[in-house]
C-alpha cells in the first residue's frame, strides 16, 4: 500500500534552514507528483510546494525564494529545503500523492522557528 514517511523537522531559529524528507512506497514514485503542505496550530492545512513527475516546481507565494523541492527518484524521496526561516513557517510538514484517485497523505514532521 502506499506509505509517506516524513522527517527532518525540529526546533531552528529564525533564519536557520531545515531540510525535510519524504520516503515513500507502494508506488511508482518517478512517476507521480508530489507535493508538501503544512499546518500550523488553529490554521486550515495549506499548500507549500509541488514537483512533478519531470521535476517542475512550482511553490506558494509564502515560499518562493527561501526553499527547494527536489526528489530523488533512485531513492524514492522527495525533499523540501527551506532557508531563512520565520516563526510563522512553524507548521507540522505533510507530503502528499494522489495515487489512482486517492489522496495519501504522511503522519507530518513538526517544524518549530522559535528563539
Known amino acids: 500500500q502506499v506509505q509517506l514517511v516524513e522527517s527532518g523537522g525540529g526546533l531552528v531559529q529564525p533564519g536557520g534552514s531545515l531540510r525535510l524528507s519524504c520516503a515513500a512506497s507502494?508506488?511508482?514514485?518517478?512517476?507521480?507528483?508530489m507535493r508538501w503542505y503544512r499546518q500550523a496550530p488553529g490554521k486550515d492545512r495549506e499548500f507549500v510546494a509541488f514537483?512533478?513527475?519531470?521535476?517542475?516546481?512550482n511553490y506558494a507565494d509564502s515560499m518562493k525564494g527561501r526553499s527547494t523541492i527536489s526528489r530523488d527518484n533512485a531513492k524514492n524521496t522527495m525533499y523540501l529545503r527551506m532557508n531563512s526561516l520565520k516563526p510563522e513557517d512553524t507548521a507540522v510538514y505533510y507530503c502528499?500523492?494522489?495515487?489512482?484517485?486517492?489522496?495519501?497523505w504522511g503522519q507530518g514532521t513538526q517544524v518549530t522557528v522559535s528563539s
Open positions: 507502494g508506488f511508482t514514485f518517478s512517476s507521480y507528483a
Open positions: 514537483i512533478s513527475a519531470d521535476s517542475s516546481t
Open positions: 502528499n500523492v494522489g495515487f489512482q484517485r486517492v489522496a495519501y
